[in-house]
């Protein structure tokens, strides 16, 4: 079963690792993909302001089961992946957190090791925070090209208890 799948990241920071995800054959039949956009487009849309690129998340987000947490060295900290995240669970999406900052860019360059902005978060009813919910993976460690459309549908059902 296809899965619609919101991708969030930092846009300036993370383009080409994102990018790199989105181009590794994983992203086909079992998960329908929404939230990249060109660089034009996003400077676009920055240039309109918050409510513009409120707008842009809530459209793009609309239909989607999960939203997969593309996580590199400033992740945490950002404004619209916090949005992102918030309004993800607030509505009953899968979550989950991929860590990417291993890797090459396009120098050949390895990142830092971010927070994990799933932990900025707990359920309301237990408290417990997001990141011990849903599960984070290492795109590199863990193999993401081989088991990403496995960690989309975990991150569906944990949503779904």
């Known amino acids: 079963m296809a899965r619609t799948t919101f991708f969030s990241f930092h846009y300036d920071n993370d383009i080409w690792r994102a990018s790199q995800v989105r181009n590794s054959d994983v992203v086909d039949?079992?998960?329908d993909e929404s939230g990249?956009?060109?660089?034009?487009?996003?400077?676009s849309i920055k240039r309109d302001g918050d409510e513009a690129v409120r707008d842009w998340i809530n459209r793009n987000m609309k239909g989607c089961s999960v939203t997969v947490v593309l996580i590199g060295s400033d992740t945490y900290d950002r404004k619209w992946i916090n949005y992102e995240i918030d309004k993800s669970y607030q509505e009953g999406m899968g979550l989950v957190g991929v860590r990417i900052h291993k890797i090459?860019?396009?120098d050949g360059n390895r990142d830092r090791r971010g927070d994990n902005p799933?932990?900025?978060?707990?359920?309301?009813?237990t408290g417990e925070n997001l990141s011990s919910i849903f599960n984070t993976y290492d795109w590199v460690s863990d193999n993401g090209r081989e088991n990403l459309g496995d960690w989309v549908e975990e991150a569906a059902q944990i949503a779904n208890r």
């Open 29 to 31: 039949d079992s998960i």
């Open 36 to 43: 990249f956009i060109d660089g034009a487009s996003w400077e």
């Open 104 to 106: 090459r860019d396009k």
């Open 118 to 125: 799933l932990s900025r978060y707990q359920d309301s009813n």
